[in-house]
């Protein structure tokens, strides 16, 4: 057996190998690929051991190692059925000869990370990990919690220990004791200035300074910009959720200002952010002022 895994959802693929690796009855051989050369080649993918029938190799980040990588498909077809072989990268290069060789030869199993538009399948995916450590969670609380720390499986996974904990499962209790993501901080932050509320928008940028990056928040804001835009100015036949991969959730809320403002108004707002992204270019002022004059520029 030849698996590759692939993909930058490093989650599922270390779920992927640990679930190989606990039916194999023996221990697994682990290789840095980056540092195999092309001497080993013959003993690791030929050679057997008095000490075992059968073997498992696991090579990560091979794909890396030019000098082994072109020559990989060569010994693929030699490898002996005493041993089975799973590859691991992350991110191969697809357009590589090499990748279109060895993906003719494997069995190849890709794992992409989530995307906006799998908030559905990540609420499924929370309700079944909970299951595995005897918690019970409805459909409510799992969308509560995948808002609250976002999609990525690390801290999903992590949220769900914490929450584990718990003696009574809510969502006050679950805000209790998980942080939220920033895209959940960004969203609130930006719909507090959508709202006028100028106080509220002094406090939340002044508690978010000591934790975030400036840059990455603004990244994030002006794409909440973006997408208010596209919201305020779609036409009737249009789907801006689908087309622009907004969050269902999100693209709900825009829709109710985006109905408001208008697209004219939704236009000034992301012209304020265009400005603010033209200075914190040139270092014009501190980058948290920048943010908090764009926020408060979308209510004058």
């Known amino acids: 057996m030849i698996v590759w895994f692939t993909g930058e959802n490093t989650f599922d693929i270390q779920q992927a190998v640990k679930a190989v690796a606990t039916s194999f009855d023996g221990i697994a051989e682990r290789i840095d690929g980056t540092t195999l050369e092309l001497k080993n080649i013959p003993d690791l993918l030929m050679g057997g051991t008095l000490f075992a029938e059968k073997r498992l190799v696991i090579i990560k980040d091979l794909s890396l190692n030019g000098a082994v990588w072109e020559k990989l498909p ?22 590589t000869t090499g990748y279109k060789e060895v993906k003719k030869r494997v069995n190849l199993k890709e794992f992409p990370v989530w995307g906006e538009r799998d908030q559905m399948i990540a609420e499924a995916w929370v309700v079944k990990h909970a299951e595995s450590l005897d918690l019970k969670l409805d459909k409510k609380l799992a969308h509560h919690i995948v808002d609250r720390i976002g999609l990525d499986q690390w801290q999903l996974a992590n949220g769900l220990e914490k929450i584990s904990l718990l003696e009574t499962i809510t969502p006050e ?21 959508l709202e006028g509320r100028r106080e509220a928008v002094h406090e939340m940028v002044r508690n978010l300074e000591l934790t975030e990056d400036s840059y990455k928040l603004f990244a994030l804001l002006s794409s909440q910009a973006f997408q208010l835009a596209a919201v305020a100015s779609a036409g009737a036949s249009d789907t801006p959720s689908k087309d622009f991969g907004i969050h269902p959730y999100v693209a709900q809320k825009l829709v109710r200002h985006g109905k408001r403002l208008g697209a004219r ?8 952010f265009a400005q603010a992204d033209a200075d914190m270019k040139v270092s014009k002022g501190d980058p948290w002022l920048l943010i908090e004059r764009a926020l408060l520029e979308t209510v004058l």
């Open 74 to 95: 060569e010994w693929i077809d030699r490898i002996s059925d005493d041993i089975d072989v799973i590859l691991i990268d992350t991110k191969p290069d697809k357009r």
């Open 173 to 193: 209790t679950i805000n209790n004791i998980i942080e939220a993501s920033p895209s959940e901080n960004v969203f609130q932050l930006f719909e507090l200035a």
């Open 265 to 272: 108004g939704a236009a000034r707002i992301l012209t304020s």
